[in-house]
């Protein structure tokens, strides 16, 4: 097994050698030791001058930790290689090569290096704060994403590398918990010292206790091996895990504690959520090892897309992010001049729906708010920002009852009950191809406002996403009591927003969205429940493409036979028919002259009955239109 050792930096070496070899010697007969000791204008990873002053330091600790003749130095990663391991048949050492890498380099370079073998396993030594900004806090970050391997990530206390320390190991379930078991069964095998194996069992009553002892044991026994069987089980009853934790080590004087990764692309958040943190804020002395398994191979092909769509997008500078976080959260606050344009875009829209004026229905999409919150909501989820989430989703849930209310009221003012027009019916529910479109048009919002020389395309963004017609659409049909054109445009609303949250999440995460705020039980339901509710509408509008038509297409002959009875002042622009019960339900547009008479509207729908074999509500919207022609004298 080849073992790379990653000491983060080259002060206080000695300390922090001393920890990392002595969790790295466990697993491997060959070491690999990188310290960043590299210009910043460099790139790359090389084996250490051995007349540097850095490269001496470290034999003298090489020396300290095992012995002269326990270690050799090499600086090829084959377990073949050894011309001086000849030198000491029959001696058991360590092969150690000393590499210096430098700051830009990638993870993947010192952890695969060319020529030689891959790493099975990275014991990374990060001392200080994990929240720490700049070149070294984005150089840990890319650890975690990289390194594919097994990795151990140790965060030193103040204790000294000498002391006996002990093991504290907190028991979970999954592949890191086993691979955290593993560990520590290694370290109470090689005489570290004893280890706690604990479990923090939640408050049921007068049994919790008994509960709690019941499943260290099935953990152990699941996860453990002989040496196992030693452990101390211990059970803390609190309702607090993390607290739990952090007093149990402050009580263990010193102790090593082991933490396996809450899931594969946790270990970040693990290592900079409340555990370790709680940990060396009351316990200080205490270390902190965070223990992942390696990652498997839909997670390297995962991760293998990720970095390919990183290469391919351009993306986002520190300060960019800044400026568009800024800018999300600005304009998702509730606040007057958010009501003042989402009640002028309702009344716009309203009165464009009601009058049938496609050009009237688009200026309200431009005045409409809505997008930034929604936008907001998947910012949130990619950042795991709760605060965020309450914020923007406050924003989109008042927004849909203000545009309600104040469409409800238009439409009992304004609105004709029982005939909706024709923007209204083209409302209705949703097919497959709005879910498409709107997660489109979230795209192109997203990728809009990460650009600068882009914004001028959000107008068109605001036009294709069309967020507040369904809206207005619902209210109005409320009025003049359309229930089902009512449900199928909110339908669609929940259409629209769901796949921009989607979309806008992707777009962020593609362009570089992905650090933030540690994530929260809060982002990761919601991001669960916005999934399944796009699963549920692709599934259904998949399944049923043609509730639009209320389950139903224009029999063939139909059209012919009506365009029949019309004559020659009118001609049909659009037919619908949709089902209600045992009857039919025909909307027909024309376009003439002057207006249909009674007994026109008679005829055609008997003309619809008798071809539909099914009683027929027919209903008859027109549209004045007026033939010109001028003479072509003069024209150029």
Not at 309 to 314: L, S
Not at 430 to 455: E, T
Not at 474 to 497: P, R, Y
Not at 609 to 630: D, K
Request: glycine share 10%; with cysteine; aromatic share 4%.
């Amino acid at each position: 097994m080849v073992v790379t050792l990653y000491i983060d930096s080259d002060s206080h070496l000695p300390q922090l050698l001393h920890q990392g070899l002595r969790l790295a010697i466990l697993r491997g007969p060959w070491i690999r030791v990188v310290i960043p000791a590299g210009r910043k204008d460099e790139d790359g990873c090389a084996p250490m001058n051995p007349q540097a002053p850095l490269a001496q330091q470290i034999r003298s600790c090489l020396d300290e930790e095992l012995g002269s003749d326990g270690w050799i130095e090499t600086s090829s990663g084959s377990v073949e290689d050894s011309g001086s391991a000849e030198q000491r048949e029959g001696t058991e050492v360590i092969r150690i090569g000393l590499f210096s890498t430098t700051q830009r380099t990638k993870v993947a370079v010192w952890l695969n290096p060319p020529d030689e073998e891959s790493s099975d396993l990275l014991v990374a030594v990060l001392p200080g704060n994990e929240r720490e900004a700049g070149e070294n806090g984005e150089r840990r970050e890319r650890i975690y994403e990289d390194a594919l391997c097994e990795l151990l990530l140790l965060r030193p206390g103040s204790h000294d590398h000498e002391a006996n320390k002990g093991v504290l190991l907190t028991l979970a379930r999954g592949p890191h918990a086993r691979a955290a078991t593993h560990w520590a069964e290694l370290l109470e095998g090689a005489g570290l010292g004893p280890v706690r194996a604990l479990v923090v069992q939640p408050e049921i009553g007068a049994d919790s206790r008994g509960v709690g002892r019941r499943t260290v044991n099935h953990l152990l026994e699941t996860y453990g091996g002989e040496h196992a069987r030693n452990f101390k089980r211990v059970v803390v009853v609190s309702s607090q895990r993390n607290q739990a934790i952090a007093e149990a080590c402050k009580d263990g004087e010193g102790e090593l504690l082991l933490v396996g990764a809450s899931k594969l692309g946790g270990l970040s958040q693990r290592l900079r959520g409340t555990v370790a943190e709680k940990v060396l804020r009351s316990a200080p002395q205490a270390s902190v090892a965070v223990i992942r398994a390696a990652v498997p191979l839909h997670g390297r092909t995962q991760r293998a897309l990720a970095s390919w769509i990183q290469r391919r997008v351009p993306q986002l500078e520190r300060e960019d992010r800044l400026a568009l976080v800024e800018r999300v959260q600005s304009n998702s606050h509730w606040d007057f001049d958010f009501v003042t344009l989402m009640s002028l875009s309702t009344l716009i829209a309203a009165s464009g729906l009601i009058v049938n004026s496609a050009a009237v229905i688009i200026g309200a999409m431009l005045v409409a708010p809505l997008m930034t919150p929604i936008m907001g909501v998947g910012m949130a989820l990619v950042q795991g920002n709760p605060q965020l989430l309450r914020l923007a989703m406050r924003s989109v849930g008042l927004g849909f009852l203000t545009a309600l209310l104040i469409s409800v009221l238009l439409g009992a003012v304004a609105a004709t009950p029982g005939d909706p027009t024709h923007e209204l019916l083209a409302r209705d529910w949703p097919g497959l191809l709005d879910l498409f479109v709107a997660f489109v048009a979230g795209l192109a919002g997203v990728y809009s406002s990460c650009r600068s020389n882009l914004l001028a395309a959000l107008p068109g963004v605001a036009i294709a996403a069309a967020l507040v017609p369904p809206i207005a659409t619902a209210g109005v049909a409320l009025s003049i009591g359309e229930f089902d054109l009512a449900l199928g445009a909110s339908l669609l609303f929940l259409a629209n927003f769901v796949a921009i949250v989607l979309a806008s999440a992707f777009g962020l995460w593609a362009v570089g969205m992905r650090e933030g705020q540690s994530g929260s039980r809060l982002t990761r339901i919601s991001g669960t429940i916005i999934c399944i509710l796009a699963l549920c509408l692709g599934i259904g509008l998949s399944q049923h493409p043609d509730l639009r038509e209320g389950g139903m297409r224009v029999p063939e002959g139909l059209l012919e036979a009506l365009e029949g009875s019309l004559g020659d002042q009118h001609r049909i622009l659009a037919l619908q028919l949709e089902s209600n019960g045992s009857n039919l339900r025909a909307t027909l547009e024309l376009g003439g002259s002057e207006p249909p008479t009674e007994e026109l509207v008679s005829e055609l729908r008997e003309v619809a009955q008798s071809l539909l074999a099914a009683p027929v509500s027919l209903r008859v919207h027109s549209q004045w239109e007026m033939e010109s022609r001028a003479p072509l004298e003069g024209l150029p």
